[in-house]
């Protein structure tokens, strides 16, 4: 069974940066993409990044086109997530998700992400 731990949230006041970090542990080879989502107080939870294993290609909301960018390091099996320029609206639980269906391109869209991992706190805030 696939395990995905995120870490690297905080606080950061506007303006600044944080990287995520999404490490998988387990039957990593059986799953095509990695996506990071995220979940605001009252808000659903929306799609911010992905990654697709066999193409290298990447996708992005729009919100966070610009500003956000997804990397993977195979070694350490982990889906890094680099955020510069946050702004309160960024501000939400982010999760990363894995997927199992062998796009091209990854989609954005959580039903299309079999496995989630617990969530980690990114406050945007002076």
């Known amino acids: 069974q696939l395990q995905l731990v995120e870490s690297g949230g905080g606080l950061v006041q506007p303006g600044g940066s944080l990287r995520l970090s999404c490490a998988a542990s387990g039957l990593t080879s059986d799953y095509s993409y990695i996506g990071w989502f995220r979940q605001a107080p009252g808000k659903e939870r929306e799609g911010v990044s992905c990654f697709t294993f066999n193409t290298g290609m990447t996708n992005y909301a729009d919100s966070v086109k610009g500003r956000f960018t997804i990397s993977r390091d195979n070694a350490k099996n982990t889906v890094y997530l680099q955020m510069n320029n946050l702004t309160p609206e960024d501000t939400a639980v982010y999760y990363c998700?894995?997927?199992?269906?062998?796009?091209?391109?990854?989609?954005?869209?959580?039903?299309?992400?079999?496995?989630w991992g617990q969530g980690t706190q990114v406050t945007v805030s002076s």
């Open positions: 998700a894995a997927g199992e269906v062998l796009y091209r391109l990854c989609v954005l869209q959580r039903l299309e992400y079999d496995i």
